[in-house]
């Protein structure tokens, strides 16, 4: 296999590391905006350089974002070419562009390191939906996110300080809005239920609330009740169709969920003959997500492509009834008080995400369904 490596930052650096040392694929061109020297690969700033040679038959994305990562992958398809990347924003915000074409095309793409970094979430997902029906999908997804909320439960930190100890160690960027408020695990929850249950959910009906507006008292109040708040994605079959959504939510102390440290990633899944399966693990680094890019490249040598063919569009319906703690704005129809805050009476995850994007200066975190 030869590859052109899109990118020589974080994951493109490890995706060029991890196949040096291999005798059955080889990165012999790499496109990337600096100057740069390196002993057994063309470098260009030119994409037309890697779409135009004919012996590349495989093009690894690794420069993240929307554009150009669209254009550059519509291109190598176009051109016949494999993909692999592990661009989650990418698969979410284009899925019903790229599957039907690189089906039409007849090449092979993947995109297992998208979600989960080193986990193979989206592979195992692949195996199980050869023997049964998916019925859930969900869990911690952004390490950013987990670092910052274990921070401020375990070391009783500020979000402030939370937040700047993340960006000190590299687990947040200069500007977090991405992670903090929900937007990168909504894009991993899309491409997750896309293809555990084989459709393409309704993007626009996908709520997302981040953890933005947490505060050292929030935390506070959980621990007295007996809680550690998360931020999660669900996703689930219905009679009806689907609900799905991203949401902080509290855990009892003893659930698994509540000992999710650090940067760790805890996605879960619900199969019909299984049952409950959890998947743990580092949800991002260089290496966990390169490690998975190269299992991709493997898979495309075996001739495996996407993990499900492309489905029909889906409606997403969120009338699961939910009790919420509540911080900030009004709310009529509040069951009892914890400090400043409400607990709401059961109310549908849609009509409070409605509510909640009318007050943005509240905070909100769902309670367990059995409380």
Same mark, same amino acid.
């Given at each position: 296999?030869?590859?052109?490596?899109?990118?020589?930052?974080?994951?493109?650096?490890?995706?060029?590391? #991890?196949?040096?040392?291999?005798?059955?694929?080889?990165?012999?061109?790499?496109?990337?905006?600096?100057? =740069?020297? =390196?002993?057994?690969?063309?470098?260009? /700033?030119?994409?037309?350089?890697?779409?135009?040679?004919?012996?590349?038959?495989?093009?690894?994305?690794?420069?993240?974002?929307? /554009?150009? &990562?669209?254009?550059?992958?519509? &291109?190598?398809?176009?051109?016949?070419?494999?993909?692999?990347?592990?661009?989650?924003?990418?698969?979410?915000?284009?899925?019903?562009?790229?599957?039907?074409? &690189?089906?039409?095309?007849?090449?092979?793409?993947?995109?297992?390191?998208?979600?989960?970094?080193?986990?193979?979430?989206?592979?195992?997902?692949?195996?199980?939906?050869?023997?049964?029906? +998916?019925?859930?999908?969900?869990?911690?997804?952004?390490?950013?996110?987990?670092?910052?909320?274990?921070?401020?439960?375990?070391?009783?930190?500020?979000?402030?300080?939370?937040?700047?100890?993340?960006?000190? #160690?590299?687990?947040?960027?200069?500007?977090?809005?991405?992670?903090?408020?929900? +937007?990168?695990?909504? /894009?991993?929850?899309?491409?997750?239920?896309?293809?555990?249950?084989?459709?393409?959910?309704?993007?626009?009906?996908?709520?997302?609330?981040?953890?933005?507006?947490?505060?050292?008292?929030?935390?506070?109040?959980?621990?007295?009740?007996?809680?550690?708040?998360? #931020?999660?994605?669900?996703?689930?079959?219905?009679?009806?169709?689907?609900?799905?959504?991203?949401?902080?939510?509290?855990?009892?102390?003893?659930?698994?969920?509540?000992?999710?440290?650090?940067?760790?990633?805890?996605?879960?899944?619900?199969?019909?003959?299984?049952?409950?399966?959890?998947?743990?693990?580092?949800?991002?680094?260089?290496?966990?997500?390169?490690?998975?890019?190269?299992?991709?490249?493997?898979?495309?040598?075996?001739?495996?492509?996407?993990?499900?063919?492309?489905?029909?569009?889906?409606?997403?319906?969120?009338?699961?009834?939910?009790?919420?703690?509540?911080?900030?704005?009004?709310?009529?129809?509040?069951?009892?008080?914890?400090?400043?805050?409400?607990?709401?009476?059961?109310?549908?995850?849609?009509?409070?995400?409605?509510? =909640?994007?009318?007050?943005?200066?509240?905070?909100?975190?769902? =309670?367990?369904?059995?409380?």
């Amino acid at each position: 296999m030869k590859i052109g490596l899109l990118g020589f930052g974080t994951v493109g650096k490890g995706v060029y590391k #991890l196949t040096a040392a291999r005798q059955d694929m080889l990165v012999s061109r790499v496109l990337c905006r600096r100057e =740069l020297s =390196l002993p057994d690969a063309e470098v260009t /700033h030119d994409f037309a350089d890697i779409l135009r040679d004919s012996t590349i038959d495989t093009v690894v994305e690794a420069i993240g974002g929307l /554009h150009p &990562a669209f254009e550059y992958v519509k &291109a190598a398809i176009e051109a016949g070419k494999n993909v692999v990347t592990a661009n989650k924003a990418l698969m979410a915000t284009c899925y019903d562009e790229l599957l039907p074409l &690189a089906e039409e095309k007849g090449v092979l793409l993947r995109c297992t390191a998208s979600v989960g970094g080193g986990i193979g979430w989206l592979s195992e997902l692949e195996r199980v939906r050869r023997i049964e029906t +998916i019925t859930q999908v969900g869990g911690i997804m952004n390490g950013t996110c987990n670092f910052i909320l274990d921070s401020m439960t375990r070391l009783n930190l500020s979000y402030d300080a939370a937040l700047r100890q993340a960006q000190f #160690l590299g687990y947040a960027e200069a500007d977090p809005s991405t992670d903090v408020d929900g +937007i990168d695990t909504w /894009h991993k929850l899309i491409v997750s239920a896309n293809i555990a249950f084989g459709v393409s959910l309704d993007r626009d009906g996908i709520p997302a609330a981040g953890i933005r507006r947490v505060t050292a008292d929030d935390m506070a109040q959980f621990h007295a009740h007996g809680y550690v708040c998360k #931020l999660v994605s669900f996703a689930c079959r219905q009679e009806k169709g689907f609900a799905a959504f991203v949401q902080p939510t509290l855990f009892p102390n003893r659930a698994l969920e509540a000992s999710v440290p650090t940067n760790y990633n805890l996605i879960t899944l619900v199969g019909s003959t299984s049952g409950r399966q959890s998947f743990y693990g580092q949800g991002a680094g260089r290496y966990p997500t390169a490690y998975n890019v190269v299992q991709d490249c493997m898979d495309i040598q075996k001739g495996t492509g996407f993990y499900c063919r492309y489905g029909s569009k889906a409606a997403v319906h969120n009338d699961l009834p939910m009790r919420y703690y509540l911080r900030g704005g009004e709310w009529q129809d509040a069951e009892t008080r914890w400090g400043d805050a409400v607990i709401t009476k059961p109310v549908s995850v849609a009509e409070m995400h409605h509510w =909640l994007s009318r007050h943005p200066e509240a905070f909100i975190a769902a =309670l367990p369904a059995e409380e």
